[in-house]
């Protein structure tokens, strides 16, 4: 056979091994395109999803914290007001003493519910910017302690509502290897930045058989994030939920709370502040509603979230114990 056919026949050979590598690369690059837009998508509705749920929580917390606002500035202030005009209060041989040993209320107790009650008076008229979320997420009294003077607390809309927001997002420290605080920034920055800088380098090499390795390795991190977010869902959850529950429980016990200190007010309109001059029922009258005091304090002091962004085991315990005592209130 003459050597120029046998290399047209070579040629040809070539041709078509080379169309159908062109043909399996075509294929390659399309499955890795569709397998790169699937991560893609389970990626954003994942994020999507933790979003919405760090935003309901976030807003829950808020709706927390103006909840704690609105009882310091109110019945809480009438009461250390009202209770600050009544003398030689000897609560020993009261009725309602059972009650009251359910919470400690002591003069320096009184003192710091004032403080929290002038506190709340600021953040209500927009004297102190901000803070309700981190003011719903951790114990007012911690906060007014590590804020110092009325003014700092405006820096909770900053650093440390941030830093709600990051737990909020990260989800606290889960048992199922959570992302916590940290991973709250991680969420937003990382984890998010990974796929698409993946999907650039896919886009920038024209190897089908590295392509569709890197489509796959975004496939596999998409899954993991997506595991990850769903993870830090349910942690925002139930940090709405434990933020929902408090919130109703101040409610409650703001119902009873001021129809008690309408009683104490006429008590000491018509009696004067003398204690000693009260009967029986007056001084149950001041009994429960001191305790109840007490009780209001109980929710303002008990952080719903750690530092690391997780619910509070003390706060479950407390919303039991006060809730258990609010059929013992007696208006």
Known sequence: MPIPFILGGIAVAAGLV???????????NARARRMNRRAQETFENA???LLAARDEAGKALE????????????????????FGKIHHVELADSVGMDELSEFEVNEDTLKEMGELGSLAAKMASGTVAGGLMAFGAYSAAGLLGTAGTGAAIAGLSGAAATNATLALLGGGTLAAGGLGIAGGTAVLGGLVAGPAIAVMGFMM??????NLDIAKSNRAKAREAEEQMKLAG??????????????????????LFRPLIEKMEAVVKEKGTDYRDYGEEERK???????TAGAVKAV???PILTKEGAVTEESL??????????PKVEG
Request: charged share 35%; hydrophobic share 45%; glycine share 4%.
């Open 317 to 326: 315990r407390a919303y039991k114990k006060v809730e258990a005592f609010l």
């Open 234 to 255: 349910d942690a925002c959850r139930a940090i709405g939920k434990r933020a929902d529950m408090f919130r109703d429980l101040i409610s409650q016990v703001d119902t």
């Open 47 to 49: 994020k999507k999803e």
């Open 18 to 28: 080379g169309a159908k590598k062109a043909l399996d690369a075509s294929d390659k």
């Open 300 to 302: 303002l002091d008990t």
């Open 205 to 210: 090499d024209a190897k089908a058989d590295k």
């Open 63 to 82: 709706n927390l914290g103006q909840a704690k606002v609105d009882i310091l500035h109110g019945s809480v202030t009438r009461f250390v007001d009202t």
């Open 285 to 291: 009258t001041i009994a429960m509603a001191l305790a």
